[in-house]
């Protein structure tokens, strides 16, 4: 299973981007999907996640009601929609999928397939 995620550069704060997560290999409607995110210097964090269905999604408090998750089962691609944008939003945003379960979950170690990062940075 190989994970490709795009669409992140360089945006001012208020900004939106929207992210990429594009599988192959595997199908993403078999997998719960996560994106976690790392900035220098910081341990790997949650960022949101979706359950297989898609219905039910979850985010980290610091990005609730600013970004949001979506899958496309029939492109086998996820997305991460980020708008409102704040400098400490900066990070390098990596996808994720854990494989035999049904709802995502906060602990990066539970997920089993990785992309390679795509570096965001928000200026103020």
């Known amino acids: 299973v190989q994970l490709q995620a795009s669409g992140g550069g360089l945006v001012q704060a208020g900004g939106s981007l929207r992210l990429s997560c594009a599988a192959s290999g595997s199908t993403v409607s078999s997998y719960v999907m996560g994106w976690f995110r790392q900035a220098p210097g910081k341990e790997r964090e949650f960022v949101a996640g979706?359950?297989?269905?898609?219905?039910?999604?979850v985010y980290a408090d610091s990005v609730k009601g600013r970004f949001t998750i979506s899958r496309d089962n029939a492109k086998n691609a996820v997305y991460l929609q980020m708008n409102s944008l704040k400098p400490e939003d900066t990070a390098v945003y990596y996808c994720?999928?854990?494989?035999?379960?049904?709802?995502?979950?906060?602990?990066?170690?539970?997920?089993?397939?990785w992309g390679q990062g795509t570096l965001v940075t928000v200026s103020s």
């Open positions: 994720a999928m854990r494989s035999g379960f049904t709802y995502p979950v906060r602990n990066y170690r539970e997920y089993d397939y």
């Open positions: 979706i359950s297989l269905s898609g219905g039910s999604t």
